[in-house]
């Protein structure tokens, strides 16, 4: 099976901008998470997606939204950058989510860099 | 914070020693996760531990976890050059769809 993608590996924006990053999941899998990371604040949590329902959200301003598609794709878009956004966005994709069996899978990530 | 917190920041060794990296949290728990990222690329799954479990092994990997005091530990054995990673825990929490992370452990092994 081919692991997540995600698209464009590389994007280079300037404040006042919107940007939009995608995630292929692994085919089969239907629960896609994203986090932010940065070297101040590590590994984020942004949200988790099910069949199409944001599950779950961390705690970040509602410039940061998602959403997932019925072939479980999805995207996330940050609107009106800062110089702050400026990070490596990571893609995870799972099965399912229970309490057994929940291991995530990393994409490469997308790195975000706010001009 | 509920966010973990892993000891030390930055660990280095010789090749072929151990590596000892441990991780605290703060709240309950359903499973506990090690994850390696190499420099700036995506994060590889390691090991889970269930919070019934004690420990675990895989391969060069021993992962404990004591929920009495909310800690586990990551033993690599016998290190190599390609262990030179980060390692971070992620907690999966109780009635949550995510994980937490923590800050991570920089490791590097010398030749």
């Known amino acids: 099976k081919a692991g997540v993608t995600q698209t464009p590996r590389y994007l280079i924006k300037t404040r006042g901008q919107q940007v939009t990053l995608s995630c292929s999941p692994i085919s089969g899998h239907r629960s896609v998470s994203w986090y932010q990371q940065t070297p101040g604040q590590g590994l984020q949590f942004l949200f988790e997606y099910f069949s199409e329902t944001q599950r779950n959200k961390g705690n970040f301003p509602g410039r940061f939204s998602g959403r997932q598609f019925s072939n479980s794709r999805s995207e996330m878009n940050v609107s009106t950058l800062e110089l702050g956004d400026s990070a490596l966005y990571l893609c995870?994709?799972?099965?399912?989510?229970?309490?057994?069996?929940?291991?995530?899978?990393f994409g490469p990530g997308t790195r975000l860099t706010v001009l | 914070s509920q966010q973990g917190e892993e000891d030390p920041q930055a660990l280095s060794i010789q090749e072929g020693e151990n590596a000892t990296m441990n991780c605290s949290y703060k709240t309950s728990i359903n499973n506990l996760q090690w994850y390696r990222q190499n420099s700036g690329r995506g994060l590889v799954h390691l090991i889970l531990?269930?919070?019934?479990?004690r420990e675990k092994h895989s391969g060069r990997l021993r992962v404990t976890l004591d929920t009495s005091k909310k800690s586990s530990s990551l033993l690599i054995t016998a290190s190599r050059a390609a262990d030179t990673a980060s390692y971070f825990c992620?907690?999966?929490?109780?009635?949550?769809?995510?994980?937490?992370f923590g800050q991570g452990t920089r490791l590097t092994i010398n030749p």
């Open positions: 992620a907690t999966d929490l109780e009635g949550a769809q995510k994980l937490v």
């Open positions: 995870a994709s799972s099965p399912r989510w229970d309490s057994d069996y929940n291991e995530q899978f």
């Open positions: 531990i269930r919070s019934n479990e």
